[in-house]
């Protein structure tokens, strides 16, 4: 029974602190539209999105008149395209004709975004999806609500560093297609580790072969009101800190357990999972980094930074398992820089780092997220940057992610805008020591020890 008190806390935290269901995905299972002809593959997928998704825009826009909640994105994400066009795709033309037609049904849908564009490859690339991932740079270039993701490594099978070598090449070519628009495409592309099936966040967002044939799965965002509840508790002790984040992260994934029942009760499609992840934006007052300031930090970046975002990870996530039957997709704390004004502070003053942004992927939500870098920087530098990001990831059993932007023109201490939810970004120094050697062997880093689990 939901109280007047609950109902009026809910409404202060949505005015006041930026509370927001960050999106709406529906996940649309393509399996049913492959065929060994590609333009009936193409006409298949187009008409199964627009046909599932029709009513996705206008339901949530309904929601958030009817509840007053915002809800900022509404996107879709679909099955791993390299295995949709795996028998009708002989060419990297082929795929980004796929990707041109996800675009088009993603804008006669009306989303934001289309996740799913996609291959998983963390034991080795069939012919196809080393296809679809060499397409990747002409795909993005030629869309504008597309994004990719590709899954290079896991616990269970290890990393493939050839994948990884690879995707340090595709990403740099992806900046130079897209080097007029600041090199963007890059902001649409992202290498995992561990890649969870029912993720409802771009640019990592793809529909698993496990999942139903369409279902609803809502991410929730709300630094602002984590950051607004520890204010009240400044100086109490680590224990009043803790179960300040467990009971707000509670409230806000209720806001979020509300919003996927009634929007899959309204569609008629299956309520997949809540994401509690705590989403950054460039507003004011929405910031992971002004949460770790709030507990005593002078900049994040500053001694004992891991420590907090690691004490906030673990208690946003026992907050919201109490509060929903079914969380998943990345739940935690998401540390991009561009989307962040604290973490674009903390850079600009000197504090924050890749290497210190790389420590405190151990025990975040995701990985290295939205950096901008110099434009030459080295193809291998960069897989060796992802080989790295990986590692954490396989060995400490979690998610972990690369979404890097090489900026082609940009030079360290300059600035790059890309407007909206994705903000802007101080361009980082990398190191420039070389890896090439270690990036060239070839072959697989194997699954570690603590892998065999039966």
Do not use: W
């Amino acid at each position: 029974m939901i109280n007047f008190f609950e109902v009026n806390e809910t409404n202060h935290m949505i005015e006041k602190e930026n509370l927001d269901v960050r999106t709406i995905t529906m996940g649309i299972s393509l399996l049913d539209c492959m065929d060994q002809n590609l333009d009936k593959t193409i006409e298949n997928i187009y008409q199964k999105i627009v046909s599932s998704a029709k009513d996705l825009v206008k339901t949530g826009e309904d929601i958030e008149k009817e509840f007053g909640i915002p809800i900022v994105n509404k996107r879709i994400s679909v099955t791993p395209i390299a295995l949709i066009g795996s028998s009708c795709c002989k060419s990297v033309e082929d795929f980004a004709k796929i990707a041109v037609k996800l675009d088009q049904a993603a804008k006669e849908v009306g989303v934001n975004f289309i996740g799913g564009y996609s291959a998983l490859v963390a034991k080795g690339m069939t012919p196809a999806e080393e296809l679809l991932i060499r397409s990747i740079p002409l795909a993005l270039s030629k869309t504008e609500r597309v994004c990719s993701s590709i899954s290079v490594g896991s616990t269970k099978i290890g990393i493939n560093m050839d994948a990884v070598k690879l995707m340090g090449e595709i990403i740099i070519e992806t900046a130079e297609y897209t080097k007029e628009n600041d090199s963007m495409g890059c902001a649409k592309l992202v290498v995992f580790c561990n890649a969870p099936d029912d993720n409802p966040f771009m640019a990592g967002a793809f529909h698993g072969v496990t999942e139903a044939d369409k279902i609803i799965n809502v991410g929730v965002s709300g630094p602002g009101v984590v950051k607004m509840a520890l204010e009240k508790v400044r100086g109490e002790s680590f224990e009043v800190l803790c179960e300040t984040i467990k009971k707000t992260a509670f409230k806000v994934t209720r806001v979020g357990q509300l919003v996927a029942k009634e929007a899959s009760q309204r569609l008629g499609v299956d309520f997949g999972i809540v994401d509690l992840s705590l989403a950054p934006t460039p507003a004011v007052g929405d910031s992971v980094a002004d949460i770790l300031c709030e507990m005593g930090l002078e900049y994040v970046g500053a001694p004992g930074t891991t420590a907090a975002l690691a004490m906030l990870n673990d208690q946003v996530k026992k907050g919201g398992v109490m509060a929903s039957s079914y969380v998943g997709g990345l739940s935690g704390a998401f540390i991009p820089v561009s989307e962040d004004q604290g973490m674009i502070d903390a850079v600009i003053a000197g504090a924050l780092t890749i290497e210190k942004l790389e420590a405190m992927t151990c025990v975040c939500s995701v990985g290295l997220d939205m950096i901008a870098i110099p434009g030459d920087t080295k193809p291998t530098t960069i897989s060796g940057i992802i080989a790295d990001e990986m590692a954490i990831g396989m060995i400490n059993q979690k998610t972990t992610a690369v979404r890097i932007i090489p900026v082609i023109g940009k030079k360290v201490g300059e600035v790059v805008e890309f407007g909206g939810l994705l903000g802007y970004a101080p361009i980082m120094p990398v190191n420039q020591f070389s890896c090439d050697a270690f990036v060239n062997r070839g072959g697989r880093i194997p699954a570690p020890i603590h892998s065999f689990k039966n």
